[in-house]
C-alpha cells in the first residue's frame, strides 16, 4: 500500500504547483492589468493613465519599454 502512495507524490507535486503558478497569475491579472478597475468612482479609466514606457506585459521579447515614445493624443 505504502508503494502505491509513493508513485502519487510526483502527481500530486506537479498538480499543486499548476494550480498555484495558475492562482498566482490570476491574482497578478487582477491586482496590475490595466483593463481591471477596481475604483470606478476615482478612476474610471486607468488604462489612460498608462505612459508609453510602462510594461503591463507579462512577457515580452525585444522590446525595451525605457525607449518607447508617446504615439498618440492626452485624454
Known amino acids: ?3 502505491e502512495i ?7 507535486i506537479f498538480i ?10 490570476v491574482t497578478r491579472l487582477a491586482l496590475f492589468n ?7 468612482k476615482n478612476n474610471p479609466e ?3 493613465k498608462l505612459g508609453p514606457n510602462d510594461q503591463y ?3 515580452s521579447v525585444n522590446v525595451d ?7 498618440g493624443p492626452d485624454f
Do not use: C, M, Q
Open 1 to 3: 500500500a505504502l508503494r
Open 6 to 12: 509513493l508513485g502519487l507524490i510526483p502527481l500530486f
Open 34 to 40: 490595466p483593463d481591471v478597475s477596481w475604483d470606478r
Open 57 to 59: 506585459k507579462f512577457y
Open 16 to 25: 499543486g504547483a499548476g494550480g498555484t503558478g495558475a492562482a498566482l497569475y
Open 65 to 71: 519599454y525605457s525607449k518607447l515614445k508617446k504615439e
Open 46 to 48: 486607468p488604462w489612460n
